[in-house]
């Protein structure tokens, strides 16, 4: 069975693209390590290098919630909220 | 190598949502069976199920270009137009 994807598009400052990258790349190897975690994948849009994506699945929406409690998570907060413009996120159910 | 990811978010008109994902899950088997084609999967936001998300992953530009000019996604665009309240879609590398 399939688990609970989450797709998270961030638009950053233009000013602080690099930065961003590196915050969110080094969410990478601590969030791999936790219970749950099937996918989490950063990526940049090919258009405009200030908007970056995580795809992530989750097994059950309690592992997803202990990573949104995570310590590198809560840690990364309040940096990511000061480059981050725009934030769409949601989870979703697979289909097909 | 990785390919080009590309994600598509789809909010549909409240009373069209069941019309909607037919059209959508009708995508499914022709385009995976493109040349390119990596992963071709749909979901719906677990929050509002208005919403769609398309995830994708093409081999090459020209596959994915290639299937932008396919024979089912283009008979299909003039419903979804139809269906289609917003639609947020890019295209993406993947970084780690």
Not at 8 to 25: D, H, M, N, S, Y
Not at 60 to 85: P, W, Y
Request: charged share 35%.
């Amino acid at each position: 069975m399939r688990g609970i994807k989450l797709v998270a598009i961030f638009r950053v400052k233009k000013e602080r693209i690099e930065e961003a990258r590196e915050v969110f790349e080094a969410l990478i190897e601590p969030t791999r390590k936790e219970k749950g975690c099937i996918e989490y994948e950063l990526f940049q849009d090919m258009q405009d290098p200030a908007s970056f994506v995580f795809i992530e699945e989750w097994a059950t929406a309690e592992d997803l919630e202990n990573h949104r409690k995570s310590g590198h998570l809560t840690s990364a907060r309040e940096i990511m909220n000061s480059f981050t413009v725009e934030k769409i996120s949601s989870t979703y159910k697979l289909i097909k």
